[in-house]
């Protein structure tokens, strides 16, 4: 069956005039495409044009779009007054609320006013394309188009063919997305897909190391902004998307893979969600946003200290790296060997704490200290260094290694004994999750890929990711915080391991 999104003379029926529905309606008539617009509730789609049209007299006003094209748009977008007014639609875009139940009713009464080969795609976020067609009498005519919010704005479609879809159906929805200016991706029907299951490991990770009192918020945020790159710290993003709907997604994804340890979300968002402390929009969340901004207590607050003339280094992972920044900024650095008596020893496990270091290389714990030179491999930009403390690092140790990194010009934060520190243990997560959905074929590597720099505004998708730091590295942090916490939510998969131990991108297909 061949199925035709392409004809100049298509109209488009989006149905569900909320957030998404209006944003998605606005895309297609920009794209010129005659578009109809239906929702339940009277005064829903008078209002989504109204504003609609007060958002493009903004645009109009920044010199971004001319007053005819504003008014080309308008012209092409019309109400409807019942579904019946479907009937001459080609496509049928559904954003209305997430429920299966209401969705599948639509859906019926929207195929009596089709035509057999008109298409019906959902937007639903969280349930099974699948699940939804199979109330249908034309489930081949169903399939999904994701549209990220605000629609106008996210360049991302992820394009779902359900388990009954017609074979051509992905094909003519990804043509669309793409006439419409969007850049789309194929996802098979699975939980998430590819974005929100992708987004599993950020979130889930940065609460545990702060439930685990390894570092606050603040500092877990910093951290991921100025050793690796990201645009939002964790806890950034999850007040500005809201606890309640993080949180609704972290469950729902973890439920819908069967309790998937990987996905376990966090006893501590629940408290917070309970309590009303949902982030930006209850003006508190991980940040308060009702006061001026008031400077957060460090977790650790290292002694001031004049740098040390010399430190030890252990001659492992990064530890060459750390030695050549350190004699630059003035600091004798003896890479290996035997320290010195009262020497500061400082290490740079992947995958191991501080305490675990210290005795596997029969150092006095007092005076050792971990940093992270993990995230350093992404770019020499990024300057800010971990120093990590056991529980028996003495003060001054602590003290004398922040002033030695210090020196380099780069920032410092402390924080207490963590296998993988921050950096190692999100960047790590964030690629055995993308791992997880290649593994799972959920979506090709360079798709899981685009859909997470598009959709979730990483500095790279979750393979590319892996590979800038090395698989093998990544496949080291996992080994070792699984080693060490027993914990199956740290195992890696297949698909990482076999790309790791051959020495191949993980976008090496099968
Ligand atoms: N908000 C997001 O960030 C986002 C992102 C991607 C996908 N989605 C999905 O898009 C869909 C809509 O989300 P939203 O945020 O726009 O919700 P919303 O609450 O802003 O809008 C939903 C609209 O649907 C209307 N509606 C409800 N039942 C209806 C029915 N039976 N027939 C017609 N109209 C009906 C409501 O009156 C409302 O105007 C959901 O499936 C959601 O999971 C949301």
Known sequence: MTIDLGKDDLIVAVIGAGAMGRGIAQVCAQAGIQTLLYDARDGAVA????????????????????????????????????????????????????????????????????????????????????????????????????????PPVMKLVEVIGGLRSDPALADALVAFSRRIGKQPIVATDTPGFVVNHAGRAYGPEALRIVAQGIAAPFEVDTLMKEAAGFRMGPFELLDLVGGDVTHAVMESIYDRYYGEPMYQPSALMAVRVAGGLLGRKTKQGFYDYASAPV????????AP??????????????????????????????????????????????????????????????????????????????????????????PDALGAAYAALAATGSPVTAINDSTGFVVQRLLAMIVNVGCRIAELRVAKPADID??????????????????????????????????????????????????????????TPD
């Open 305 to 394: 200290q004049a740098k040390p003339a010399s430190v030890w280094i252990a001659d492992e992972d990064g530890g060459s790296d750390l030695a050549a920044a350190l004699k630059a900024a003035g600091i004798k650095a003896e890479l290996g060997g035997t320290p010195g008596a009262q020497q500061v020893c400082i290490v740079t496990p992947l995958g191991e704490d501080c305490t675990t270091t210290a005795l596997r290389l029969k150092l006095d714990p007092a005076r050792t200290v971990a940093v992270d030179m993990f995230g350093r491999s992404m770019a020499q930009s990024l300057g800010r260094y971990t120093v990590m403390k056991n529980p028996l690092t003495a």
């Open 47 to 150: 209002e989504a044009i109204a504003a609609l049209g007060k958002g493009l007299d903004g645009q109009v006003a920044k010199g971004r779009m001319s007053d005819d094209d504003k008014a080309g748009v308008m012209q092409r977008l019309k109400p409807m007054a019942s579904l019946a007014d479907a009937a001459s639609a080609g496509l049928v875009i559904e954003a209305i609320v997430e429920d299966l139940a209401v969705k599948r009713d639509l859906f019926r009464t929207l195929e009596k006013h089709l035509s057999p080969d008109a298409v019906i795609a959902t937007n639903t976020s969280s349930l099974s394309v699948t699940e939804i067609a199979a109330g249908c009498d034309r489930p081949q005519r169903v399939g999904g188009l994701h549209f990220f919010n605000p």
């Open 450 to 507: 685009t859909g997470v720099e598009l959709g979730l505004n990483y500095p790279k998708g979750p393979l590319a990711l892996g590979d800038l730091v090395g698989p093998a590295r990544v496949l080291a942090v996992l080994d070792g915080m699984q080693a060490a916490t027993r914990d199956p939510k740290y195992r890696a998969t297949a698909w990482l391991r076999r790309r790791a131990s051959l020495s191949v991108s993980l976008h």
């Open 295 to 302: 400077a957060s207590a460090p977790t650790i607050a290292a």
